[in-house]
């Protein structure tokens, strides 16, 4: 699964008309999944299976296959959950479980790893590197809407305060409800996507198990 888990990802290419750009796209994509056959077939059937039936299956089944002591597989299990809205009794929470498991730090497996000084000093170094780069940081400074041309392009966005800021490109780590309900006007999505957001469940696995 490393080698999986590090591949970027193959996508749909979206608006490039010149051939160069599409071929070299066609070949990037078909090297990712000849990199994906030529592992699975080295695997052999009967890994590849057991593979499979890791990722797909239960994080319980994966626990009472391996471990007898209830109270050791209650305590692995809280691994196959984190971050999630399922359970353990939920097909494909065994790959959750192995992704805690094969996570590694300077080289070691299964460990956890904290930054020195919290998180928010992960945030600190991406604002200083982006400001290194050129970049302008304006924080205190609330979005109040996407402003959205009619063709359905994004061309900035418009401050509580009234200031414009025009770009091609918004990138949101709000949640998707705010983005999409709140910042987005009601006329631009199509019903059904706007449907599904305002349907979402945001409750964490902790509100679950509560």
């Known amino acids: ?43 052999g059937q009967k890994d590849l299976l057991d593979l499979m039936d890791l990722l797909l299956a239960p994080a319980s089944k994966v626990l009472n296959n391996w471990f007898e002591a209830d109270v050791l597989k209650v305590t692995l299990a809280t691994d196959a959950v984190i971050g999630t809205t399922a359970s353990v009794h939920t097909p494909g929470s065994g790959y959750v479980l192995l992704h805690h498991v094969m996570g590694e730090s300077d080289g070691d497996r299964g460990i956890w790893s904290y930054v020195e000084g919290g998180m928010g000093s992960v945030s600190l170094a991406i604002a200083a590197a982006a400001e290194e780069a050129g970049a302008t940081i304006l924080t205190n400074a609330e979005v109040s809407k996407l402003m959205i041309e009619d063709t359905g392009r994004v061309h900035g966005v418009l401050l509580a305060d009234g200031t414009i800021l025009h770009s091609s490109v918004v990138l949101s780590n709000a949640t998707p409800f705010k983005t999409f309900m709140d910042l987005v006007p009601d006329d631009v999505l199509p019903h059904d996507f706007h449907n599904a957001i305002k349907c979402s469940d945001y409750r964490s696995v902790h509100c679950l198990l509560k």
């Open 1 to 43: 699964m490393d080698p999986l888990l590090d591949s970027s990802t193959p996508e749909t290419l979206q608006g490039s008309s010149h051939l160069n750009t599409r071929m070299r796209h066609k070949l990037q994509n078909s090297a990712f999944w000849a990199n994906c056959l030529r592992r699975a077939l080295h695997l």
